[in-house]
Nanobody, 127 residues
Framework: VQLQASGGGVVQAGDSLNLSCATS????????MGWFRQAPGKEREFVAS????????YYADSVKGRFTIARDNAKATLYLHMNSLKPGDTALYYC?????????????????????WGQGTQVTVSS
């Protein structure tokens, strides 16, 4: 499986940005997906996740109400719509997925449940 994240950039506080994660090598619609981010010197942290059926979404408290995770099974692509960006959102953003199909991690906010990762896309928010 390949996960290719894109859409990052340099924006100002308050701006919006849309990230994409294109996948290949397996049936996208069968897999739960998640976004994580890692700032310099910090651990990779959970941002958002979506179940394989698309009916369950989870968000980190820090992004709730500002970010929206979505999936387009026809395009085999995961999205992260980010609004009202803050300097604290600056990080390398990764998309990830569990190894097993039709499986929703019991704790989707835990990195250990994700086996496949994209290469990351940089988001930089200036004040």
């Amino acid at each position: 499986v390949q996960l290719q994240a894109s859409g990052g950039g340099v924006v100002q506080a308050g701006d919006s940005l849309n990230l994409s994660c294109a996948t290949s090598g397996r049936t996208f619609s069968n897999y739960a997906m998640g976004w994580f981010r890692q700032a310099p010197g910090k651990e990779r942290e959970f941002v958002a996740s979506i179940s394989w059926s698309g009916n369950r979404r989870y968000y980190a408290d820090s992004v709730k109400g500002r970010f929206t995770i979505a999936r387009d099974n026809a395009k085999a692509t995961l999205y992260l719509h980010m609004n009202s960006l803050k300097p604290g959102d600056t990080a390398l953003y990764y998309c990830g997925s569990p190894a097993n199909p039709r499986y929703n991690p019991p704790r989707p906010f835990e990195r250990s449940w994700y086996a496949s990762w994209g290469q990351g896309t940089q988001v930089t928010v200036s004040s």
